[in-house]
């Protein structure tokens, strides 16, 4: 099959409406019984993850948006239902994505016997002459867990170790980044001597957003890195591995 070249709008279809896929990883274009292959046009104009996680005035694919596509990659490759562990994941390098510009998305999952690998990579689209290459961006591998693997926390314990903080110091976002309405999601953060507890929600006008993205980026993205608003006084940090 040709690849998808059609972009997305915010809702995740082309602009017949008809279904082209997930919103990050598009459609599969090719399939054997241990891989299957995605691909997608990702700029700023059809996605609105681009156009609300800025870094220095360009749109840059968060590192939890890499967690939703291995995620779904799975879901469309072997969906069971039983929890999902993905480790020894590494960014390799940002995907940074210019105004006005596009960029072919893959998303490859490969199975290893009970192990599931995943990489995703991305090129410059519509560039002429020598063809450009694929620059690696993430990569993974997944597994199913049996029920009895999930352990429970006692969150109160924790939030009673812990103290308030007041989330307008929180929210302020750092110089060199700008994030949209979708990353206003914390409501409640509490720190202790090296743990810290949070809430977070995703705004309501965007529940919606859920239906295509269970492992939403946004929602996702401050509760892997809230801790550093307290800790690190230093400076931004983005994830590597």
Known sequence: NAPQSRGLSQNGFAGD??????????TCTQRSDSEQIFE???S?????ILREHRIRGKGVLPGTAYLEMARAALEQFRSESKPVEIREITFVSPLVVNDREARNLRTTITQHEDTFAFEIASKAAGQNGSA????RHASGTMNYLDDAARRTIDVQAIKDRCVERDLAT?????????????WQTMKEAYFGADEGFAVFELPEEYAADLESLPWHPALLDFP????SAQYLDQGTYLPFN
């Open 44 to 48: 700023e104009k059809s996605h609105w």
């Open 224 to 227: 892997l890195s809230f801790l």
């Open 17 to 26: 409406h008809a279904p082209i896929g997930h919103p990050l990883i598009g």
């Open 40 to 42: 997608n046009l990702l």
């Open 132 to 135: 450009p290459q694929w620059v």
């Open 170 to 182: 929180l929210r302020r976002p750092g110089a060199q980044r700008n994030y949209g309405p979708r």
